[in-house]
Nanobody, 127 residues
Framework: QVQLVESGGGLVQAGGSLRLSCAAS????????MAWYRQAPGKEREFVAA????????HYEDSVRGRFTISRDKSKNTVYLQMNNLKPEDTAVYYC????????????????????WGQGTQVTVSS
């Protein structure tokens, strides 16, 4: 089993920055990919970014590419999401997710590929 705990959410003005953290514990050697998802009120959960542990390849949803950066600190078993130039439409609960499967690039954004989930952290961007 893997446990994921997010932190770093908060309230920020448009144009500002936040860094989310996701600390993993448990059988973390089984994790092959980590991702961030978000869910805004009244909307479905959507993919934000992912990183595959083999090769450290990163993948982004189009609306955040160039503004958000996903990274991983292996020594701390932690994945980060650096969010710059935040917009009000980025307001959502952000969830960290992990997968023990080897996910091909075309499936990296599919939520059903991830079976470890954190509790979420709220990000609110004011205009």
């Amino acid at each position: 089993q893997v446990q994921l705990v997010e932190s770093g959410g908060g309230l920020v003005q448009a144009g500002g920055s936040l860094r989310l953290s996701c600390a993993a514990s448990g059988t973390i050697f089984s994790i092959n990919a980590m991702a961030w998802y978000r869910q805004a009120p009244g909307k479905e959960r959507e993919f934000v970014a992912a990183i595959r542990t083999a090769g450290e390849s990163t993948h982004y949803e189009d609306s955040v590419r160039g503004r958000f950066t996903i990274s991983r600190d292996k020594s701390k078993n932690t994945v980060y999401l650096q969010m710059n130039n935040l917009k009000p439409e980025d307001t959502a609960v952000y969830y960290c997710a992990g997968s023990g499967s080897r996910i091909i690039v075309s499936a990296i954004a599919m939520s059903r590929m991830y079976y470890y989930w954190g509790q979420g952290t709220q990000v609110t961007v004011s205009s």
